[in-house]
């Protein structure tokens, strides 16, 4: 059983709920979710870098862990009967013995021609069974053959595990432990597989992607209509900042000149920025960013959270001057503070200003120990007052300083959008030190998702962009003739 880390089937469906019912066969339904079952998979591996194949873990109290347990503990209730006997029956055992065989042999690779030798040679269960007929068979001896190539077969990280193993003396709870390990070993295997073809599957899973999408919008021409709207949105909002930009004395050839410069790849990297300040309950999804609309959500989310971190973080420094800007772990206190007190701050019974009034009382009484502790003069009770207020300040929508550093936010996820194809980030823009380590891990989750977006749907961008910026360049040549 695997456990995908966090999207079902049922978030995956990412065009069908745009299209209008129609009957459909057993048979096609079928095939149809076994192509999103498997696009999905590869989506999640590719976008995903800490995906994770894990064991199911099923509900504490649920029927299937009960029937399991049940199943589970009469096997080896019977083990431990057949051992027990006089002489012993080793039926269950040498069946054991067989499928660890199997799962030692699975692990090694084609030049293990020696181990391989080995574990056929020790475990061959013909040989087995007859010693086991005959009196002759030695449990125990098998058994500490199977942990020591275990030891050889698997990862350090599971040395731990297998050092357990040789502590537990009793046949049956051994076997039990055995069979343990080995699953964690199989999920090691399984998941260093998963990382060796993620750079394969991401091309093909791209591509797959790109035919699926396409087949649906032959079905449904106006599967683009939202993609549209998105990217002329995108598109405006440029033009609009660029005639800001440009001098008050410039003319209409300017301002042509101006507006006509954007390019379609500014123009995406501005479509994606926008979807990290999206109204998610009254706005639909653009199409081709469905099925991330999840993992797009969750970076809007960290980074609202990151930006009243931040906030309140250069309004901390600030009150407190050059004192302590030097002083290690201080900044990481107060950053550990805000978290915690914001940790639910999406929920609907969530107070902001409530929560803020917190971080100001614990802010000030953090301040106040740790200039104490360097032997500079805690705060008197007026700067306290005036601190805790700019805390709580920070819940205005028109807080000029949360608006600073939500700018700063943004110009640096543009800049690395912007530069995406070189291995170093950009640098921080002033302010952000103290939430850099936060800011660049959640930029480089963005910007993954945002270029394997790219690698599927770019042709249909630039072909909705070539009408756009077509569009827009031919309306600003109009104005400047009437100039």
């Not at 750079?199 to 035919?211: G, I, W």
């Not at 109204?279 to 609202?304: A, G, S, Y």
């Not at 107070?351 to 614990?362: H, R």
């Not at 249909?460 to 040549?477: C, F, H, M, P, R």
Request: aromatic share 6%; hydrophobic share 40%.
């Amino acid at each position: 059983f695997l456990m995908i880390s966090s999207y079902s089937l049922s978030d995956s469906l990412i065009y069908v709920a745009a299209s209008p019912p129609r009957p459909v066969s057993i048979e096609e339904l079928m095939e149809t979710a076994k192509g999103v079952t498997n696009m999905a998979l590869a989506h999640e591996i590719v976008v995903n870098g800490d995906f994770q194949i894990k064991p199911a873990e099923l509900p504490e109290h649920s029927l299937e862990k009960k029937v399991r347990d049940i199943v589970h503990k009469a096997f080896w209730d019977c083990l431990e009967a057949q051992l027990k006997e006089d002489p012993p029956t080793y039926d269950h055992a040498i069946k054991l013995l067989g499928e660890i065989k199997e799962n030692l042999l699975s692990f090694l690779l084609p030049g293990h021609t020696r181990l391989r030798s080995q574990i056929t040679e020790v475990l061959d269960l013909d040989l087995i069974k007859q010693e086991a007929e005959n009196g002759a068979l030695d449990i125990s001896k098998l058994v500490e053959f199977v942990i020591g190539m275990m030891g050889t077969l698997c990862a350090p990280a599971r040395d731990e595990e297998i050092k357990k193993l040789k502590d537990i003396h009793e046949i049956v709870p051994l076997f039990r432990a055995i069979f343990s390990v080995l699953d964690l070993m199989k999920m090691d295997m399984a998941n260093f597989a998963v990382s060796s073809i993620r750079p394969k599957l991401m091309q093909q899973s791209a591509e797959y992607e790109r035919k699926k999408f396409q087949e649906f919008l032959e079905k449904q021409p106006n599967s683009l209509d939202l993609v549209t709207r998105w990217l002329q949105e995108a598109a405006d909002d440029l033009a609009k900042l660029r005639c800001k930009m440009l001098p008050p004395h410039c003319s209409g050839d300017g301002a042509t000149g101006g507006a006509s410069s954007l390019c379609s790849t500014a123009v995406q990297n501005q479509a994606y920025l926008k979807l990290l300040k999206w109204d998610h309950v009254n706005r639909p999804f653009p199409e081709t960013v469905l099925m991330d609309q999840t993992r797009f959500q969750e970076i809007q989310l960290e980074l609202e959270q990151l930006l009243l971190i931040g906030t309140v973080l250069l309004v901390t420094f600030s009150a407190a001057g050059s004192a302590l800007v030097d002083v290690p772990g201080f900044a990481e206190k107060i950053k550990t503070i805000v978290k915690v007190l914001l940790s639910g701050m999406h929920l609907p019974s969530f107070n902001l200003k409530e929560s803020l009034a917190t971080i100001g009382e614990k802010v000030c009484a953090e301040v106040n120990s740790c200039l104490s502790q360097h032997g500079f003069t805690p705060f008197s009770a007026e700067r306290e007052s005036v601190l805790k207020g700019q805390i709580q300040a920070v819940a205005s929508p028109d807080n000029t300083i949360c608006k600073l550093i939500d700018s700063r936010i943004q110009k640096f996820l543009e800049n690395y959008l912007a530069s995406s194809h070189q291995k170093s980030l950009p640098a921080i823009p002033g302010g952000l030190g103290p939430i850099q380590r936060e800011l660049e891990e959640i930029a480089v989750k963005y910007v993954r998702l945002v270029n394997y977006n790219k690698m599927v749907f770019s042709p249909y961008y630039d072909a909705v962009l070539g009408k756009i910026l077509t569009k827009e360049e031919s309306q600003l040549v109009g104005k400047s003739e009437e100039l």
